[in-house]
């Protein structure tokens, strides 16, 4: 038979390729979205659908909760509420949610613990808040690989209970009813991230549902892998932007043995952390530090949360465990370096119980905060940045000195074993131009000395134009370029961490 030559098809016409490598701002495309009346009402009968009526809310103190908290940086307003939440119950169901929400260009929100604090889930396009809550399960647990599977509607509190049983232990812990979807979401850490790291060092690999519906696993279950890019560590920190997490392989290692807890006061906040500059230093095997300044001792004094009175000064939270030996090796190096700074009280915890009442104390700032309230409708904004060590007290003490300048109540708290550090500021609504000031200024000095605009809080809404101060234009638009990758429609949580349109 005669060779048959196949031709090239004929191009009639060519669009021109984008050969850039990032996407600037200016270049970026409105986000054809559409939340009407009638475009709604379809999506909620197929979605219904999937999840079942009884699963989609619509009332109204639901939709307040799911829009903004009193304690979030950026109050939520009833234009960033959601028009309806949707609870469902599995991957294979937020796959097919997020089918529908792409076909009709619907924005979609993830939530889960709701403790976000810069505005993560503030619905800015309206559409649907997909709550997590339901996928609450402790999927799998293997003991002997030091992992478990878990959903993100599990709590890390309610997780280390369930590890306790078999003498394990998940050691990112954010702060009180957060939920392992949010945790990786912001890549938060916690107090014992000196120790142990922050919460990208404990994810192995994430389940994950695309704004097209598409699931895919970054990984399987070994420790360490170089099989292809690291999507898992692209999911952890990105707020929900690029995809939506349904499952999480986490590690766990062992519950820490012979803990002993210390409090050590100071006469200022930047001897205290000079004090922890000298531990790292040192290379002293804490297992964790934590700084308080005397107004967050005061709040914690008269939430009477611990049944002892502090004294009001400067104060570093000290956890250590390991060996007796071990311990009392590093109870007394950090001593030595404790008297080197000035410290002006050193008490040990002599039993279990009074080192969960000691450290305790630490968690319970927080909610001790509201005793700085001049007026029963005021606010607490709580930010964070972190900074090289060795800028650490002269960050914490100009922050200190501007707060103590302002008139406003405030307090600087933070897991200063890593350089990071937190002011929760107390403001009025017509204080607040004052307290944007003072963070403005604390996030500039931060990125003026190397740091960063956030160790822990995550970005948001209110910190993404700080982004190219820190990094760069460029690393910013390559940010952009790679949202538009995941997700070209830009659906899920539009307007977080970077800008979608100028």
């Known amino acids: 038979m005669p060779t048959v030559r196949s031709e090239p098809p004929q191009v009639l016409y060519s669009m021109p390729r ?33 999840v079942g009526e009884e699963n989609i809310d619509s009332r109204i103190d639901e939709i307040k909760r799911h829009t903004g908290t ?5 109050p939520g307003s009833p234009d960033e509420a959601p028009a309806a939440i ?3 119950n599995s991957t294979e169901e937020v796959s097919g949610v997020m089918k529908v929400c792409n076909e009709l260009r619907i924005p979609v929100v993830a939530f889960s613990g709701g403790t976000s604090l810069e505005a993560q889930f503030a619905n800015t396009r309206r559409g649907v808040s997909l709550d997590l809550s339901r996928m609450d399960k402790i999927l799998a647990s293997h003991k002997d690989d030091l992992d478990v599977v878990v959903q993100p509607g599990v709590g890390y509190e309610q997780l280390n209970q369930a590890l306790a049983e078999q003498e394990l232990f998940f050691p990112p812990d954010p702060g009180p009813g957060a939920m392992i979807g949010g945790m990786i979401g912001t890549g938060c850490s916690g107090t014992n991230a000196y120790h142990y790291g922050t919460m990208k060092n404990w994810v192995i690999s994430v389940t994950v549902v695309l704004p097209d519906g598409t699931v895919i696993k970054t990984r399987q279950r070994p420790m360490k892998s170089s099989a292809g890019y690291d999507l898992t560590r692209l999911f952890v920190g990105s707020e929900g932007t690029l995809g939506i997490v349904t499952e999480a392989v986490l ?10 807890v210390a409090v050590a006061s100071f006469p200022s906040v930047r001897a205290a952390a000079e004090c922890v500059g000298r531990v790292v230093q040192k290379g002293v095997a804490i297992a964790a530090v934590e700084l308080l300044d005397e ?17 009001e000064q400067p ?5 250590f465990s390991g060996t007796e030996t071990e311990v009392s090796e590093e109870i007394q190096t950090v001593r030595e370096m404790a008297s080197l700074c000035g410290n002006i009280g050193f008490v040990f915890a002599q039993d279990e119980e009074e080192a969960e009442d000691l450290w305790g104390a630490r968690k319970t700032m927080l909610w001790g905060s509201q005793a700085l309230k001049k007026r029963d409708d005021d606010r607490t904004w709580i930010t964070d940045v972190a900074v090289p060590m060795s800028r650490l007290p002269e960050i914490i003490e100009l922050t200190k000195q501007e707060l103590d300048q302002s008139g406003l109540s405030g307090a600087i708290v933070g897991h200063v ?12 609504e017509d204080e607040r131009t004052l307290v944007e000031d003072i963070v403005h200024r604390m996030v500039h000095r931060a990125i003026e000395m190397e740091g960063t605009v956030t160790g822990e809080h995550g970005v948001g809404l209110v910190k993404r134009d700080y982004l190219p101060h820190e990094l760069g234009q460029s690393t910013v638009d390559s940010m952009r370029r790679i949202k538009q990758a995941f997700d070209p429609l830009c659906l899920l949580n539009c307007d977080k961490v970077i800008r979608a349109e100028a």
């Open 417 to 428: 074993g890593d350089g990071n550090f937190h002011a929760a500021i107390m403001y009025g």
């Open 315 to 319: 104060t570093l939270f000290l956890k």
């Open 86 to 88: 949707v609870r469902p």
């Open 251 to 260: 590690r766990v290692t062992t519950l820490p043995r012979n803990i002993r």
């Open 70 to 74: 009193e304690w979030s940086s950026h």
């Open 18 to 50: 984008d050969t850039s490598s990032t996407s600037p701002l200016d270049r970026s495309i409105r986000p054809e979205l559409d939340v009407s009346v009638a475009n709604l009402r379809k999506a909620r009968l197929q979605i219904a659908a999937i």
């Open 295 to 311: 107004t967050a001792i005061k709040c914690i004094n008269e939430s009477g949360a611990t049944g002892r009175e502090w004294l």
